[in-house]
């Protein structure tokens, strides 16, 4: 295909180029290869996709109550059948997507955000500011983030903005860590010497030379990390103090669905294969990532 | 070493091949070793030649994916490469036994000094009583020359001197008095000023307990301190045999030549280090002649296409090379 | 043993810091909450009087450090205060000590089960690797790990409560048929997670020097696996108890939901439910410490297990 045929000569290129581009080609073609990555990878496209064209699909609309289908079973016309107030529960699946990859992808870039800043200030200057950023990041890296999430959210009220909130700041120590370790080793080395002698600024020094080495490692976090979220988003939501209904939010259905496992199990169910499925792809993703950077740490739990 | 000693360990035509997926890794090529009783035998070459792969196949330790694939390896007349496993771990460690390289990773990090020692000596000698175990472990390290020998007992590998380490390894090995000790590189993880004295500890100890001693190395200095007897290997086979002052005198294959002229003797000024052209040959895709051929300065066509065989050149001294196999000669050079 | 003391010794002081933390954060978590502070420590329908006395009880006249440094005093003493809707009046303390056992059951069984299944299929899965053990098992773990303790315990609840009708859906006895489901969700769904670890870190040992070392002794290949190579392995897993405590808390809140058992990560869902502030605040303050003191347990755990972490 020509598709491929440009992209591959775009990779040659690159694989060329040395530096950064370099090492970024070469892990995609080792991408290519290892089939967690590939699956994972379409997974999360497919998801992402749905989610974004679910305004556009021509399906129900999740919030209209077709009272005379109350409790139906999946049939043609309603693909996963109904739920206890007549809603289609196809359509409201789909709608779910879009709440869970926004709490996942939005929580993560917070945490991602706040744990950069604050490993990149507390690894590239050392001394007093990491001893101070290391023992606020140490205190929230022991603390156990699932509750803290919870005591958030709890706190400020449930709704989907403090569900954000509650995960954005409780997951962004790993972030932190990762950051300030690799921060640690690239100042001690020497083109940071050269770098400061030719008159870099800090700023410019950490983005150049801190960040890209992070880089991999940081995708692969990330991956999961939206993961995480969307399990502690769907487990906040189950216990009532997520995503607040008429909105549809996965775990939240799942909640509703239990009462009517016996006799109308799919209520619970599909929304509960929707967050396995988006679960897995992203681990997936992120597992075959961290593979094909550094395959001893096969398995290992962050 | 009388020629009337018996072989202690006989080892001809051995093959050990390693099956990854890209391909078939020849690690030794038709090994012919023989070690005789109460003598010490130096195994040189460079790193990758398949020394420590020569240790693993006797002991049949190879790792997976490797395997010996072909040759015989004879233990006071015993077949060990068709011993099952049980048999043979009852030579493991009691009969033949093994030191290696690096005492840091060596010494298992979560069990006291004591314990490991008792563990093979009440394996193999089956003592079972607590304090007479501790007796026989505190008289192997006092044989190593550990000072205060009750402390160590109770210490972990990791609060251990490098040196003290390697000391508790040959501990280990001769705690059961074994026949042949198999020393892989004892001292290259080693500080310079302790080689020395774990390098003379090593000689007194193996010749105190009677055993015979392997040495594996790529030093020459050592082998020309602690060995009867010198084996030349270059990659996976045996390519020159011979008592160890005959081998400094006058070496015969011209890989032994190469590595005696890179190897600055004390005493004598070295212009220049000279080193060998080339490097060593791929072991997936062995040439079918000498492996030494393609950086040999004196190769002959015949040399590319033919593997020489061993060939006595003065008693006790063997070479595998078309330069002196005069019967080989059969029209060509 | 002189050493292992001292790092005891040494992780205790360390770990003060963070429950100091801990009870800050919990603290603050009151000013957090939208609107009047005090409305949330009041129970509805309160008369002016009561307020009188809650505002002087908590001091919320006086600067914040001051307030602090009460809810600590009241802390210390076993004063949580009073629970303002779900059990109107009884002392927040006293139902968390009532509940708190039910709780630590749970995860303790959990814990159990979660290493009963890690520990054999993660080494064995090492030990064959590639064969259609490891491979089924890596599949499991994938599988279970993407699937949130809510709905496992659903799941499970499915299968075993409504199909098979074989144990009991509602945990209100509180007996042990009742703890299983619960029990086997966490326990489940943890083994996901360290039956990676497990086999990472034994394929990690099984490659060491010292493995083949102990095989040239004449050791017998059981003895090298169980006694040297386990024992070694076991350490990195043993480093990851204490992030499995949290996710343990964690879990335990929502799979006690799900199967209504009377445990305390139930009793604060039902505060947050019914707005019951005090009532939420102490148990997040209880189950912090707990996860901090499990940490605590866990890195002892490890120094006792591996003699060389001592000296750090």
């Known amino acids: 295909m020509m598709a491929s045929k440009i992209l591959n000569s775009k990779l040659m290129s690159w694989k060329m180029s040395g530096g950064t581009r370099e090492q970024v080609a070469g892990l995609i073609e080792r991408s290519n290869k290892n089939i967690m990555v590939k699956i994972g990878l379409a997974i999360v496209f497919a998801i992402v996709l749905i989610a974004l064209l679910a305004p556009v699909l021509p399906m129900k609309s999740p919030l209209i109550r077709y009272t005379d289908s109350v409790f139906d079973g999946p049939s043609s016309e309603f693909w996963f059948g109904t739920d206890e107030l007549g809603r289609d529960v196809f359509s409201r699946v789909i709608w779910g997507s879009r709440v869970s990859l926004l709490v996942g992808t939005v929580a993560v870039l917070f945490s991602l955000t ?59 120590a790993g972030y932190a860590r990762l950051v300030r370790g690799q921060a640690f080793t690239i100042r001690e080395r020497l083109f940071v010497e050269a770098s400061k002698a030719l008159g870099a600024s800090h700023t410019r020094i950490m983005f150049t030379h801190v960040l890209p080495n992070c880089l991999a490692p940081l995708i692969v976090w990330a ?42 199990p799919w209520i619970a169910t599909f929304p509960g294969i929707a967050i396995l499925v988006t679960i897995l792809g992203f681990n997936l993703f992120g597992d075959g990532l961290r593979d094909v950077l550094d395959p001893r740490l096969k398995g290992l739990r962050r | ?215 594996i190395t790529h030093n020459l200095g050592i082998v020309a301190e602690t060995c009867d007897r010198v084996c030349v290997m270059y990659a996976g086979k045996i390519v020159e045999e011979s008592p160890t002052t005959e081998l400094f005198d006058s070496p015969r294959h011209p890989y032994s030549v190469g590595l005696l002229k890179a190897f600055p003797k004390p005493g004598e000024r070295a212009e220049e280090l000279s080193a060998i052209k080339g490097t060593v040959p791929n072991l997936m895709n062995l040439p079918p002649g000498c492996p030494f051929a393609e950086r040999c300065e004196r190769a002959m066509d015949k040399c590319r296409e033919v593997k ?26 | 043993m002189a050493d292992l003391l001292s790092y005891i010794i040494r992780k205790m002081i360390l770990a003060i810091p963070v429950v100091v933390a ?50 600590v005093w009241r802390a210390v003493h076993g004063d949580l205060g009073n629970s303002i809707t779900v059990w109107q009046g009884t002392s927040v303390s006293k139902l968390i000590a009532m509940k708190l056992p039910n709780t630590l059951m749970l995860m303790g069984l959990g814990l159990a089960i979660s290493y009963s299944i890690a520990v054999p299929l993660g080494v064995i899965s090492a030990l064959r690797q590639n064969s259609w053990i490891d491979r089924g098992g890596m599949v499991f773990t994938l599988i279970a790990y993407a699937m949130p303790p809510f709905w496992l315990g659903v ?50 040992v099984i490659k060491q020097d010292y493995i083949t070392q102990l095989k040239s002794r004449g050791l017998p290949g059981r003895e090298v696996i169980f006694k040297h190579a386990l024992k070694n392995a076991l350490l990195p897993v043993i480093t990851v108890l204490g992030l499995d405590i949290g996710w343990f808390v964690g879990g335990s809140v929502v799979v006690e939901e799900v199967f209504s058992w009377p445990g305390i990560g139930e009793l604060m869902t039902s505060a947050i439910y019914n707005h019951d502030f005090p009532l939420v605040q102490g148990s997040i303050l209880v189950l912090a410490i707990a996860v901090i003191l499990g940490n605590l347990m866990a890195d002892i755990l490890y120094a006792w297990a591996d003699p060389r972490v001592r000296l750090g």
């Open chain 3, 155 to 204: 799941v499970f609840l499915m299968i075993f409560a409504v199909w098979l009708n074989l144990l009991p859906v509602e945990g209100t006895t509180g007996g042990l048929g009742s703890l299983i489901l619960p029990a086997m969700t966490l326990g489940v769904g943890n083994a996901a997670l360290t039956t990676r670890m497990m086999r990472s870190s034994m394929l990690e």
């Open chain 2, 308 to 333: 020489p065989r061993m060939v006595e050149v003065s008693l006790g001294h063997r070479v595998a090379c078309h330069l002196f196999d005069k019967e080989g000669d059969r029209g060509d050079g």
């Open chain 3, 22 to 71: 801990a009870t800050v954060i919990v603290f603050l978590m009151l000013y957090l909450t939208p609107g009047d502070p005090i409305k949330s420590i009041v129970p509805p329908r309160a008369g002016p009087d009561v307020y009188e006395q809650v505002r002087d009880k908590y001091g919320l006249d006086r600067p914040i450090w001051e307030q602090y440094g009460l809810f």
């Open chain 1, 114 to 172: 706040l744990g950069l800043t604050l490993g990149l200030l507390a690894g590239y200057f050392g001394g007093k500011v990491d001893y101070m950023i290391s023992g606020i990041i140490d205190i929230f890296w022991t603390f156990p983030t699932f509750l803290l999430a919870l005591a958030l959210a709890a706190a400020l009220g449930p709704s989907l903005t403090n569900v954000i909130i509650a995960i954005g700041v409780s997951y962004w």
């Open chain 1, 223 to 264: 991956s999961i990390g939206v993961a995480d979220a969307i399990v502690v988003e769907s487990s906040l939501s189950f216990l009532g103090i997520g995503t607040q209904p008429p909105d549809p939010s996965w775990g939240y259905m799942l909640n509703s669905g239990r009462r009517f496992l016996d006799f109308a």
């Open chain 2, 1 to 215: 070493m009388s020629p009337a000693s018996k072989p202690l360990l006989e080892i001809k035509d051995l093959r050990t091949q390693f099956f990854l997926d890209e391909g078939v890794v020849s690690a030794l090529d038709g090994i012919d070793l023989t070690v005789f009783e109460g003598e010490s035998i130096g195994l040189v070459g460079e790193t990758g030649c398949g020394k420590s792969m020569t240790a693993l196949s006797v002991l049949g330790l190879v790792p997976h994916p490797g395997k010996i694939t072909g040759g015989s390896v004879k233990f006071r007349g015993i077949e060990l490469t068709k011993l099952s496993e049980e048999q043979m771990r009852g030579i493991r460690g009691a009969q033949i036994s093994m030191i290696f390289q690096d005492p840091t990773s060596s010494l298992d990090p979560v069990f006291t000094v004591g314990s490991q020692i008792g563990e093979v000596i009440s394996l193999h000698q089956e003592v079972y009583n607590k304090s007479a175990l501790k007796k026989k472990v505190i008289d192997v390290l006092n044989l190593v020359k550990i000072a205060a020998p009750k402390t160590v007992i109770a210490q972990y590998p990791h609060e251990l001197s490098g040196g003290m380490r390697q000391r508790v390894m040959i501990a280990l090995a001769l705690s059961c008095s074994p026949s042949l000790l198999i020393a892989d590189e004892p001292t290259t993880a080693l500080d310079v000023t302790i080689q020395a004295q774990v390098l003379s500890l090593l000689k007194d100890l193996v010749a105190r307990v009677g055993s015979s001693m392997l040495l």
